[in-house]
């Protein structure tokens, strides 16, 4: 990989698919960019779901185009499984300070041949399935990464020394360390992305302590072929589901939980999953419980009105508690506001929580520009400049700004983008490549 | 002359991984119980499964295990080629030894 330079036109922080349009965007231009992005692979949550909305196109073969275009173009240099500590103000630009962690891999030498993975003795639980199933202590972040290139986890290395020995190219480096890296740049585009509300917040709904109450990320990588089963399966005893209820509103507009706003995709993203339950599944049942269904975006309004075509019985309800019995089984006690109120109860073999979106980083201490109450960045002109942060020169794009669906993120990342390039021919810090050639 | 220890001999230079273990304090009492577990269940599911494809509560029954663990367990070894799926029995998949099936 090739090292950090001293000056690049503009910082993306985050490569999911809102960080790489912007990158993307700007290189296009003539720009040189560099994304740094905290997991060992690019490509954000969107590289995780299984398919998108309202389409249902995969999600995957979408981004990964993305992914391999930002990895390849000449004008954007990657940096993953690193972390910008600081962004400061210096002259017209920014000094910006970005900690490379040790992957314990030669990145030039590993060709992602996969025999320390298969030879580790250490299985653990894989995030990018939500811990539902596994990686090795040593292992290639999932079958789409960018880079295809190993790290180790060094907190689950018993230090068998097992990968070293099966290396073809001997990229394994025990002695890697952290390192500090400084470079300027003329802008700045945060595009950090999103998490989704904690389930403790709702310890009504069980979430976290009974088995077979799934997050809707977990529910997107069951439902994946290349998921921790290849096939929809409760996580209790790996049976195939004929009872799932999807519970709306489980971490939005809730103000009892200091998240007032509503996530804007959550209605969206369960219609689908519960469509394509619908599909996986020849037989199941899916009931999804509302307070009332937002489909906003185009298309969408059609796509709730196939789901429910479809055979998925969506109900006007409020879902008061969730309570596990016997074979962990689920059952939803609900106050149906179609009917008075009535209370009713039905049993569920899985549920879903339809968790709403909370900012996935925090500016504070890295970099002075303002966030909301609820933890996105500020957009003092939200109308008319989406992207602008309270600090000149800083911009932002996607969830990091507020919740929004794929569409608006990618738009809002071409925005952002365009307000770089401005900004740089502004204040003169980019040359053009022509210019610059007559200047040397 | 080169350095002598007590016993009279050299000392081997450490090597990386040597210097990384101890960097991290070694490995922890809660991983190496983590690691031995793992194996004893492998070992279960193996011998379980060498008698034939189960489902995931006949494993658990005929293991003695929890059966999510059970599941986690035969994913990991599903994703790492020694376990395929062998057909269905009511609500639930059956898996068999790679091979074997």
Redesign the interface.
Same mark, same amino acid.
Request: net charge neutral; proline share 6%.
């Given at each position: 990989m090739p090292e950090i330079r001293k000056r690049y036109d503009a910082l993306v922080i985050g490569g999911g698919i809102t960080g790489m349009q912007a990158a993307l965007d700007l290189g296009e231009q003539g720009y040189d960019v560099l994304l740094v992005e905290k997991y060992a692979s690019i490509g954000g949550i969107m590289v995780g779901l299984n398919k998108v909305f309202p389409t249902l196109d995969c999600s995957s073969c979408i981004c990964t185009p993305r992914m391999a275009e930002s990895a390849h173009h000449s004008r954007i240099q990657l940096q993953t499984w690193a972390e910008v500590r600081q962004v400061e103000p210096e002259g017209d630009g920014f000094v910006a300070r970005i900690e490379k962690k040790p992957r314990y891999v030669d990145e030039d030498m590993c060709i992602g041949c996969s025999k320390c993975e298969l030879e580790c003795p250490v299985d653990v639980p894989h995030e990018f399935d939500q811990g539902l199933g596994a990686r090795r202590a040593i292992y290639i972040p999932h079958g789409n990464a960018i880079p295809q290139k190993a790290v180790l986890d060094v907190e689950h290395c018993i230090f068998c020394g097992k990968c070293e020995k099966v290396c073809p190219t001997e990229c394994i480096v025990f002695d890697q360390q952290p390192e500090q890296v400084e470079t300027r740049v003329g802008a700045v585009i945060i595009a950090t992305g999103l998490d989704i509300t904690p389930m403790a917040l709702k310890p009504e709904y069980g979430g976290g302590r009974f088995l077979n109450v799934m997050n809707p990320l977990a529910m997107e990588r069951v439902q994946s072929s290349n998921g921790p089963y290849g096939r929809v399966l409760r996580p209790s005893d790996g049976k195939i589901p004929r009872r799932i209820a999807y519970v709306q509103c489980a971490g939005s507009r809730d103000r009892s939980i200091g998240i007032p706003y509503c996530s804007r995709v959550c209605c969206m993203y369960s219609l689908k999953q519960a469509l394509l339950l619908r599909h996986y599944i020849h037989d199941v049942e899916v009931t999804l419980y509302h307070l009332d269904i937002r489909a906003f975006g185009k298309g969408y309004e059609q796509f709730y009105r196939r789901t429910m075509n479809e055979g998925v019985r969506v109900i006007k309800g409020k879902v008061a508690t969730i309570n596990e019995v016997e074979n962990n089984d689920l059952v939803v006690r609900v106050e149906l506001l179609d009917e008075g109120g009535r209370v009713d109860e039905h049993r569920y073999d899985m549920v879903v929580l339809a968790q709403g979106l909370i900012p996935a980083w925090h500016a504070r201490g890295v970099v002075a520009c303002d966030e909301a109450s609820d933890g996105f960045l500020t957009t003092p002109e939200g109308k008319i400049n989406p992207s602008f942060t309270t600090l000149a020169g800083v911009y932002v794009a996607g969830v990091a700004a507020g919740p929004k669906d794929i569409p608006d993120a990618i738009v809002e990342a071409g925005e952002a983008a365009m307000a770089v390039a401005g900004r740089l021919q502004r204040i003169g810090w980019h040359k053009a490549p022509a210019v610059a050639a007559a200047a040397n | 002359m080169g350095e002598k220890t007590t016993t009279g001999k050299a000392e081997r230079p450490r090597?990386?991984?040597?210097?990384?273990?101890d960097r991290?304090g070694g +490995?922890s009492k809660e !991983?190496?119980a983590s690691?031995k577990e793992?194996g004893r269940i492998r070992k279960l599911l193996r011998g379980a499964l060498a008698g034939g494809p189960r489902?995931?509560?006949e494993l658990?029954a005929e293991c003695e295990l929890p059966?999510?663990t +059970?599941?986690?367990? !035969?994913?990991?070894m599903?994703?790492?080629g020694q376990v395929v799926?062998a057909g269905?029995a009511g609500?639930?998949?059956r898996y068999a030894l790679k091979g074997s099936e």
């Open positions: - | 090597r990386p991984i040597e210097i990384l273990r991290m +490995v !991983l190496q690691v793992q489902t995931v509560p658990g059966t999510t +059970v599941l986690w367990h !035969l994913m990991a599903r994703r790492y799926e269905e609500d639930y998949v």
